[in-house]
T-cell receptor, first 111, second 115 residues
């Protein structure tokens, strides 16, 4: 079935450093969603990308969807301790009912 | 705001028991989902439902069944609990029908331990 690979699995950064997580699919995706799960919490929807080459920003977070719609990235500028958590991508191909989640990237921010 | 409520935050059961996990959403969503979350494995889909009495297998349905008798309620059933079903179980819901592009709204999860 459809697979969505997400790297890295963990990322340690010093507060103020940048962070990027990548999501890759072997098949073309119709859309990609990003979620954040705080420690002890549940995944919360952040954003959805639909168009080839789309870039969206939410304050210090920048989301990109690749031109071929097979990859996506989430970049956080100048991380803060409030950014700690696991970031998941979820991609849906045209033939599937629902998105497939990547395994997530856990961000640890050291003050 | 969408509210997805899971009946228990923590649950301890014994091997061989029949276990019911309940999930209720208050936003009249068509789609409901059950996932399990294990360290390093992310979210894996067990079952989903796109309408009352309709269900579809996800990636790991073995050992589980589901029930959706009412639109707002989606139950996950472990027919005969085993220790390898110890996990965090997350329920989610989303708007509209099949092929929905809508975001999923998650409950707080049930941490289930099978002894």
């Amino acid at each position: 079935g459809q697979q969505v690979m997400q790297i890295p699995q963990y990322q340690h950064v010093q507060e103020g450093e940048d962070f990027t997580t990548y999501c890759n699919s072997s098949t073309t995706l119709s859309n990609i969603q990003w979620y954040k799960q705080r420690p002890g919490g549940h995944p919360v929807f952040l954003i959805q990308l639909v168009k080839s080459g789309e870039v969206k920003k939410q304050k210090r977070l920048t989301f990109q969807f690749g031109e071929a719609k097979k990859n996506s990235s989430l970049h956080i500028t100048a991380t803060q301790t409030t950014d700690v958590g696991t970031y998941f991508c979820a991609g849906k191909s045209g033939g599937s009912y629902i998105p497939t989640f990547g395994r997530g990237t856990s961000l640890i921010v050291h003050p | 705001d969408v509210k997805v409520t899971q009946s228990s935050r923590y649950l301890v059961k014994r091997t061989g028991e029949k276990v019911f996990l309940e999930c209720v959403q208050d936003m009249d969503h068509e789609n409901m989902f059950w996932y399990r979350q294990d360290p390093g494995l992310g979210l894996r889909l067990i079952y989903f439902s796109y309408d009352v009495k309709m269900k579809e297998k996800g990636d790991i349905p073995e050992g589980y069944s589901v029930s959706r008798e009412k639109k707002e309620r989606f139950s996950l059933i472990l027919e005969s609990a085993s220790t390898n079903q110890t996990s965090m179980y997350l329920c989610a819901s989303s708007m509209e029908g099949i092929l929905s592009n809508q975001p999923q709204h998650f409950g707080d999860g049930t941490r289930l331990s099978i002894l």
